[in-house]
């Protein structure tokens, strides 16, 4: 399967815990995407990746998420200390270039308890 | 305001119906448009990109108004097989993703 994939597919954590997914994106695409679904939302942006270098972030984003992708391939969602707001799904995209489709992958739900 | 809005549904319809759906963004430097579709409890896909002079794929209309800002989506015939949720996105240096737009085509 060359589509993106992202693990774990589940994720149940109490309060206060560190939790960290994992994303590979189709390998030839250089961006990176992350985002947050909530019921009856669309996925909101969280931050993206042009190769390694992260070059926007969501002001929304609060400082216990941080993500990496330290040789431009897979990427690395962490969120410390979890609140029950955490609580969605994360999806991970990947595109070719800026405006060219991005393919989703299957997201990881996190449940906070 | 939201910077995309989108008619919040459900549409409910017939099989053969005619069904459109609108979306507003509110950044007019927004550079590229989009409708993805996403099914329940899966990812988000690719519809359809929105050109400026409008486009059409098969069933699929889409079209842009950039001096009201706002994008339109229309299926003909549809489909069960349609039934879905569909968002409208806008590029500006991310891309931003309306709430979508629930359809439930009915035989």
């Known amino acids: 399967d060359t589509g993106v994939s992202q693990n774990p597919r589940h994720k149940i954590t109490k309060r206060g815990q560190n939790v960290t997914f994992r994303c590979d994106p189709i390998?030839?695409?250089?961006?990176l995407y992350w985002y947050r679904q909530t019921l009856g939302q669309g996925p909101e942006f969280l931050t993206y990746?042009?190769?390694?270098?992260?070059?926007?972030k969501s002001r929304l984003l609060s400082d216990r998420f941080s993500a990496e992708r330290p040789k431009g391939s897979f990427s690395t969602l962490e969120i410390q200390r979890t609140e029950q707001g955490d609580s969605a799904m994360y999806l991970c995209?990947?595109?070719?270039?800026?405006?060219?489709?991005?393919?989703f992958g299957p997201g990881t739900r996190l449940t906070v308890l | 305001r939201k910077e995309v809005e989108q008619d919040p549904g459900p549409f409910n319809v017939p099989e053969g119906a005619t069904v459109a759906f609108n979306c507003t963004y509110s950044?007019?430097?927004?550079?590229?448009f989009f409708w993805y579709r996403q099914d329940c409890r899966k990812e988000p896909k690719l519809l359809m990109s929105v050109y400026s002079s409008g486009n059409e794929d098969g069933r699929f209309t889409a079209q842009l108004n950039r001096a009201s800002q706002y994008i339109s989506l229309l299926i003909r015939d549809s489909k069960l097989s349609d039934s879905a949720t569909y968002l409208c996105?806008?590029?500006?240096?991310?891309?931003?993703f309306g709430a979508g737009t629930r359809l439930t085509v009915k035989p």
């Open positions: 950044n007019s430097a927004s550079q590229s």
């Open positions: 990746f042009q190769n390694e270098a992260q070059l926007e």
């Open positions: 995209a990947s595109s070719l270039y800026r405006d060219f489709e991005q393919f």
């Open positions: 390998s030839e695409h250089n961006r």
């Open positions: 996105v806008v590029n500006e240096r991310d891309m931003r």
